[in-house]
């Protein structure tokens, strides 16, 4: 209401504006004097900067019999350097508010390091000691041989974990080192000593192999003088690029029981060898990939959770193995979950099921629009962090793509219609041509497992 006299104005209401289309963040490019690729990528907000090391390490290049050499290197770069113990190694890093990991995999060794902005450079000072003189003393590497050695018992009871090293052996040549796990067994483990651990740094760490991304709030930081002061330092000769050996697998049908007695579950993973993000199928096969069983509403877990009720969840999913830069790599394609021991062959039966409907009937355009949804659609909150960005970078320089490779991949991803991603799933998953691995009791699955007809059935200890 308005007293007397009063004039009211009406002000139309604001408009929103267009909308901005969110893109993946393309980083810049520049090289060290020492030869190191440094992708820095400004991301105004973000005040933890995210730091990923790419060392051109892989696990093909350990010795013969010292399978684990790289896992226990990457693990003792930050256990003391020429100017810092272990024990102060790790306080500057405290010190600092930093976290610092490092891991190996086929492609290399990836060191990660996070890190308020307002202390990267004494992050990066200590990081690039860890790179440039890591004094790997026999003590601590004696340590975490024992460490790893402690580990492996543990990882085989896990039902998971055994059916992966299950499956990479039956999958791969004897002589490939894909065939083998990737931190080495007990054996190859106890083998490795520091004189190992500090050969295999002197042969494949130097600065002109490794890649650093960088990804952050810069503001305020002058990174290209910081990046000089720190990796900078670290220096090393040039080395020639190593062959990288083609990736073959046999997935001829076929089904390995892993004998659990008395397991009252069954551990499932079904697999192959495909392509990797070079193919030009890769994004048609990531949606019907995600369609079949990327999520709880997808096939798999509609029919084997919902409404059979074998089991808490089951994904189909692909992880890239290894890339080369001709883009001759490949990833695995795998479904895995499991289910109670006395379902294990009705589970199995269904399974096959689902993929022969598939391919037989192909996707509804509503799982598509759902899939795109979930895929392009929440990839701004899924990299709202700098360490998903880096990460992401760091993936794409390992595996020889593009700056641009992921940004591009969700313009694809919305272009897919449900054809090209029904053949691509059907493509991924076909059903005379999958290695099947069941950790369970052999006694209680054997038999309804070999009267399914999906290939040949072994058993082996658990």
């Not at 004897?174 to 190859?188: D, F, L, W, Y």
């Not at 096969?285 to 074998?310: A, F, H, I, M, P």
């Not at 005379?432 to 070999?450: F, H, K, M, Y």
């Not at 009267?451 to 040949?456: D, H, K, Q, R, T």
Request: with cysteine; hydrophobic share 40%; glycine share 10%.
């Amino acid at each position: 209401m308005s007293g007397a006299g009063t004039t009211m104005t009406f002000h139309p209401m604001p408009r929103a504006g267009e909308p901005t289309p969110w893109a993946f963040p393309t980083p810049e490019r520049d090289t060290l004097p020492n030869g190191l690729t440094v992708l820095h990528c400004h991301r105004p907000g973000q005040k933890v900067v995210a730091v990923e090391i790419n060392l051109q390490a892989p696990l093909e290049a350990e010795p013969e019999g010292t399978d684990g050499v790289a896992t226990i290197m990457a693990r003792a770069l930050s256990e003391g350097t020429d100017r810092h113990t272990a024990e102060e190694f790790a306080a500057e890093l405290e010190r600092c508010g930093a976290t610092l990991d490092a891991h190996a995999d086929h492609p290399g060794v990836r060191v990660s390091l996070e890190v308020p902005a307002s202390r990267l450079a004494k992050a990066l000072e200590l990081l690039a000691d860890a790179l440039r003189a890591p004094a790997f003393p026999d003590g601590e590497v004696e340590r975490l041989v024992r460490n790893r050695l402690d580990e492996i018992p543990h990882e085989l009871a896990n039902p998971a974990r055994r059916a992966a090293v299950e499956l990479s052996k039956e999958l791969f040549p004897a002589g490939s080192r894909m065939s083998r796990p990737r931190q080495g067994t007990e054996e190859t483990v106890a083998r490795v000593d520091a004189a190992g651990v500090r050969a295999f740094y002197e042969a494949h760490v130097r600065p002109a192999t490794a890649t650093a991304v960088i990804v952050g709030d810069f503001t305020g930081i002058p990174l290209a003088e910081v990046l000089a002061g720190t990796l900078g330092t670290w220096s090393g000769g040039t080395a020639e690029a190593r062959p990288v050996p083609a990736i073959t697998g046999d997935d001829t049908g076929r089904v390995v029981i892993v004998d659990r007695p008395g397991a009252v579950q069954t551990q499932v993973l079904i697999g192959r060898v495909g392509p990797d993000r070079h193919d030009h199928v890769w994004a048609a096969q990531v949606l019907g990939v995600y369609c079949l069983g990327g999520t709880l509403t997808s096939r798999l877990d509609r029919v084997l959770r919902e409404e059979k009720g074998y089991t808490y969840g089951v994904r189909a999913f692909g992880q890239v193995l290894r890339s080369t830069p001709e883009g001759t790599g490949a990833s695995l394609l795998a479904i895995s979950g499991s289910v109670a021991t006395d379902v294990t062959g009705p589970a199995l039966e269904d399974t096959w099921r689902v993929l022969r409907t598939l391919a037989a009937g192909g996707l509804t355009e509503e799982e598509r629009d759902v899939a795109v949804q979930n895929l392009v659609g929440v990839a701004p909150l899924k990299y709202e962090t700098a360490a998903a960005v880096a990460g992401t970078l760091a993936d794409q320089v390992e595996q020889y793509l593009p700056d641009d490779f992921q940004a591009q991949l969700y313009a694809r991803l919305a272009e897919t219609g449900t054809v090209e991603a029904t053949a691509a799933a059907v493509s991924a998953f076909p059903v005379d041509n999958l290695v099947t691995v069941l950790v369970g009791d052999a006694s209680a699955i054997e038999e309804p497992v070999r009267a399914l007809g999906i290939g040949e059935v072994k058993v082996v200890g658990g």
